[in-house]
C-alpha cells in the first residue's frame, strides 16, 4: 500500500520505520543528535512550505519532514490498509 506524506510525496507503508510529532521527537538531546546528523548527511527533505508537523524516518535512512500532523498520517495508513483488508474478504 501507499501512503500520501505530504505534498505530492507517496511512499510505500512497508518502507516507513516510525512517524513521530514534531513536538514531541525533538525534545531530547538523542533526537536532535539523530536529526543533526541525518541533515549534515543529506538525508532531511522538507515537503511543502508549510511549518512541518510529522518527521517520518523511512527503513533507508532518509527522513521526511510534513506539514500533516502525525495523527492524519497514522489514520491515512490504517484506512488504507482496512480498505485492502475488506477488499480481500469480500473479493
Known amino acids: 500500500m501507499f501512503v ?6 507517496i511512499v510505500k507503508d512497508e518502507d516507513i520505520l516510525g512517524m513521530f510529532d514534531l513536538d514531541n521527537a ?7 543528535e539523530f536529526f ?8 532531511v527533505t522538507m515537503l ?9 524516518v523511512m527503513k533507508n535512512g532518509d527522513i521526511y519532514l510534513s506539514q500533516y500532523a502525525q495523527k492524519i ?6 484506512s488504507l490498509f482496512r ?9
Open 26 to 32: 525533538s525534545q531530547t538531546s538523542a533526537a536532535k
Open 73 to 78: 498520517l497514522t489514520a491515512r495508513a490504517e
Open 4 to 9: 500520501e506524506i505530504g505534498t505530492e510525496k
Open 36 to 43: 543533526r546528523i541525518a541533515q549534515k548527511n543529506g538525508k
Open 83 to 91: 480498505g485492502v483488508k475488506n477488499m480481500l474478504k469480500n473479493p
Open 48 to 56: 511543502g512550505s508549510e511549518l512541518p508537523k510529522t518527521m517520518i
